[in-house]
């Protein structure tokens, strides 16, 4: 169990688009869904927490009005990078967490802009 | 600011031997230690994580050992295989649940 999935895998953007990627929790209702970003032999850095139903909090310099995080069900979480350019390149991970519990890290996403 | 601080960066060993990775952290708050193995291209999958009521804890060839009063967790990979190669990151977190991460350690298991 606790299986999270992340849709797409891998895609390719052109600058100034948007690209949205989604975040399922697959067999199980997560209270709180976080998002990452990795960038290449680097860490994971938290970009965001998002709880169902209301608003994401951010970390401090990460710009809400680019990464938008919507959470519109215990199941799902979408996080659309607006405007993309090529510094958004990167591998971007969501993890869920049911109440108290461990977080569940999804499969990754890897956005290439071109 | 890190507030998980990881060593080494890389590290080589041989197959059979131990793998030992340090981390140590500053708030006091913190209250759950896991640790994260990563292969290339994947997410991070949990390994095994401790709490600060118990100063070890084994999971098959892996082991968190815990110090609270020196503020360092370490992992031991036991008779490390080929198949362990892959970074590994410590983390830590509070009440909120957001994990702060080490830096990541590369580990190569040499055949």
């Known amino acids: 169990g606790a299986v999270v999935s992340q849709h797409p895998s891998w895609v390719i953007c052109k600058s100034g688009t948007s690209v949205k990627i989604e975040c399922r929790s697959l067999?199980?209702?997560?209270?709180?869904m976080f998002w990452y970003r990795q960038f290449p032999k680097q860490s994971l850095m938290l970009m965001a927490t998002?709880?169902?139903?209301?608003?994401?909090?951010?970390e401090q310099g990460v710009e809400k009005d680019k990464f938008l995080i919507n959470h519109a069900s215990l199941t799902l979480s979408t996080l659309t990078v607006t405007s993309a350019h090529p510094e958004d390149s990167s591998f971007y991970i969501c993890?869920?967490?049911?109440?108290?519990?461990?977080?569940?890290f999804g499969p990754g996403t890897r956005l290439t802009v071109t | 600011q890190q507030q998980v601080k990881q060593s080494p960066q890389s590290l080589i060993v041989q197959k059979g031997g131990i793998s030992i990775i340090n981390c140590a952290y500053e708030?006091?708050?913190?209250?759950?230690f896991p640790w994260y193995q990563q292969f290339p291209g994947k997410g991070p999958a949990l390994l095994i994580a401790?709490?600060?009521?118990?100063s070890e804890k084994k999971e098959g060839r892996f082991t968190i050992s815990f110090n609270k009063s020196a503020k360092q967790f370490s992992l031991h990979i036991m008779d490390s295989q080929p198949g362990d190669s892959a970074t590994y990151f410590c983390?830590?977190?509070?009440?909120?649940?957001?994990?702060?991460f080490g830096a990541g350690t590369t580990v190569t298991v040499r055949a």
């Open positions: 067999d199980f209702q997560a209270t709180t």
């Open positions: 993890s869920a967490q049911r109440s108290g519990s461990e977080q569940y």
């Open positions: 983390a830590a977190s509070g009440w909120s649940y957001k994990l702060s």
């Open positions: 708030n006091t708050a913190f209250d759950y």
């Open positions: 998002s709880n169902e139903g209301s608003k994401a909090t951010y």
């Open positions: 401790i709490r600060p009521d118990v």
